[in-house]
């Protein structure tokens, strides 16, 4: 086991941190407002604590935001391959306007 192994803790097949006490407890201190504002989830989710409607909403987060990088990726993409495409047929037409006239 190396040092960082030891300091960090090796995570074993189900993902739990090896270094952490099998049963650790969690807790994420809110205020009234933002409490209230995990209760409707909470019960939508049917979530066992609040802990885990904030993780369901990380993973949410970050689904989401790599969807939106993907689609402005893609989007950014389909433009340049477009403008490039038009000019290519305009290209093509220019040489066969025999084969590029509509009959």
Do not use: C, W
Not at 11 to 27: A, C, I
Not at 44 to 56: G, I, Q, Y
Not at 64 to 83: C, F, G, I, P
């Amino acid at each position: 086991m190396t040092t960082v192994d030891r300091a960090v803790g090796s995570v074993d097949f189900l993902g739990h941190h090896q270094s952490r006490k099998p049963n650790t407890k969690s807790s994420i201190t809110l205020p009234p407002a933002e409490l209230e504002l995990g209760l409707e989830p909470k019960a939508e989710l049917n979530a066992k604590s609040n802990v885990e409607v904030v993780r369901r909403g990380l993973r949410l987060l970050k689904e989401v935001t790599n969807r939106e990088a993907l689609s402005q990726a893609y989007k950014r993409d389909s433009m340049a391959v477009r403008a490039s495409l038009e000019k290519e047929i305009a290209e093509l037409s220019r040489r066969y306007p025999r084969h590029f006239s509509r009959r």
